[in-house]
């Protein structure tokens, strides 16, 4: 028997900007123990084992940052607080229901587009 999978990724973007810059950064002073927090809930839950948080560079969302995406599902969640993330660990990942007032907007995460349509879009 082998080491199994893990059900559920969660990319959490790890991404600052540095001081001055004009986009959003989720990661700031106040925002940076954010992915500390999802890690050690998820081991006090006992079930890092099969949840598996990774921190990711920029998932292009800023504004409506801090962001994370939970896999299988394609499920973006905005505006990331510690209460938040407890939240989504409860009721997505243990209880298998989306945070829906959590999710990001569908103007900035809307459905996903094949590598073919985008180079058709792109006049390629």
């Known amino acids: 028997m082998g080491?199994?999978?893990?059900?559920?990724?969660?990319?959490?973007?790890?991404?600052?900007?540095?001081?001055?810059?004009?986009?959003?950064?989720?990661?700031?002073?106040?925002?940076?123990?954010l992915f500390q927090h999802l890690a050690q809930r998820l081991m006090k839950e006992g079930i890092m084992g099969t949840v598996q948080p990774i921190r990711t560079s920029c998932l292009n969302r800023c504004s409506a940052g801090p962001?994370?995406?939970?896999?299988?599902?394609?499920?973006?969640?905005?505006?990331?607080?510690?209460?938040?993330?407890?939240?989504?660990?409860?009721?997505?990942?243990?209880?298998g229901n989306v945070v829906c007032e959590y999710v990001i907007d569908s103007e900035l995460w809307d459905e996903p587009i094949t590598p073919a349509d985008m180079k058709k879009q792109m006049g390629m």
């Open 3 to 33: 080491i199994p999978q893990p059900s559920f990724y969660m990319f959490k973007c790890e991404q600052s900007a540095p001081p001055g810059m004009p986009k959003p950064s989720c990661v700031t002073p106040a925002t940076q123990d």
């Open 67 to 95: 962001v994370m995406l939970v896999e299988p599902g394609h499920v973006m969640y905005a505006g990331l607080t510690k209460e938040k993330i407890d939240r989504i660990v409860t009721e997505h990942i243990l209880g």
